[in-house]
């Protein structure tokens, strides 16, 4: 009984002392600005997208984070698509070609009732 209560014990202590060493880290990084990503990364084994395409990244060696593409709405359907796939016709957005011809072809005004 008293080694699975020593175990534990043990368990916990190193539970905190790791926490206790990434809370470090996280402050002594915060402290120097973005810190040395490459000495990070190479203690877990990732790369960064600039060490993956074999490029520097600019003058820093860091390469910006690239945002996530907007999203636009299609007027016909509701559905969200990638700003870049999508098709602008008269200030309107639409996902694809035939939602803007289906769109343009519904009758208007008078017409419509």
């Known amino acids: 009984m008293r080694q699975i209560f020593l175990l534990i014990l043990l368990f916990i202590v190193g539970q905190w002392?790791?926490?206790a060493l990434r809370r470090a880290e996280a402050s002594r990084t915060?402290?120097?600005?973005?810190?040395d990503d490459a000495g990070a990364n190479a203690r877990t084994g990732t790369r960064t997208s600039g060490q993956a395409n074999g490029t520097n990244g600019g003058a820093s060696g860091k390469s910006p984070a690239q945002l996530a593409e907007p999203m636009i709405r299609c007027v016909e359907c509701g559905v969200h698509a990638?700003?870049?796939?999508?098709?602008?016709?008269a200030g309107q957005t639409?996902?694809?070609?035939d939602h803007a011809k289906r769109y343009a072809a519904r009758p208007t005004g008078r017409d419509a009732r």
């Open 17 to 19: 002392l790791v926490k």
């Open 94 to 97: 639409f996902c694809s070609h």
């Open 82 to 89: 990638p700003k870049s796939e999508s098709v602008l016709v």
């Open 30 to 35: 915060a402290r120097t600005g973005a810190g």
